[in-house]
């Protein structure tokens, strides 16, 4: 690329000197702003902050108060940040299998639970070493659970004798 030599004119304009200037201008340079306007080129403040509008689109700049907002998310049983998280108990009762051959099946009802949840299911202990041990061994016959709508269905091998309090842990 060719050099221009200092005083180059051309039509009596110092085109050296503009070019300086214009690469030299803090402010307003083509119609550029610290402040959220369509349009035009974004240029930091003299705090080196630039003001952009709210985000719309997936692909749009994330502001301070939309990263805010969602980091402050909290949850029950609900979407916190992006993970969703609930906590559920119930009872498998005994009374309660159905069939007269394996596989055994029990529905129980878990209030929130829907067919989209993978829950990670387990036997609640007591304390007590003997009732703990029954529980154990009878939870071992239980081979599958399937959620849906404020449901989950257990599948066994053989019928529990004893009722079984369960955690039901969602995370997804």
């Not at 690469?23 to 240029?43: D, L, W, Y």
């Not at 916190?80 to 129980?108: Q, R």
């Not at 061994?137 to 849906?148: C, F, H, K, L, P």
Request: proline content about 3%; glycine content about 6%.
């Amino acid at each position: 690329m060719a050099q221009l030599k200092s005083g180059t004119t051309i039509g009596g304009r110092n085109i050296v000197q503009e070019l300086d200037a214009h690469n030299s201008q803090k402010i307003g340079v083509h119609g550029a702003t610290s402040e959220a306007t369509a349009n035009r080129i974004i240029m930091r403040d003299s705090a080196g902050r630039a003001k952009v509008a709210a985000p719309s689109a997936s692909d749009d700049i994330a502001r301070k108060d939309t990263v805010d907002n969602h980091a402050g998310v909290t949850s029950t049983i609900s979407t916190l940040g992006h993970v969703y998280e609930a906590e559920f108990t119930a009872t498998i009762t005994a009374a309660s299998w159905n069939g007269t051959t394996p596989p055994y099946s029990n529905a129980v009802t878990v209030s929130g639970i829907t067919s989209a949840h993978n829950p990670i299911i387990d036997v609640v202990m007591s304390g007590t070493y003997s009732t703990d041990q029954q529980r154990c061994e009878q939870w071992g016959d239980i081979y599958r659970a399937v959620t849906s709508a404020n449901t989950i269905t257990f599948y066994a091998h053989e019928k529990p004798t004893i009722d079984l309090p369960i955690r039901v842990k969602v995370v997804m």
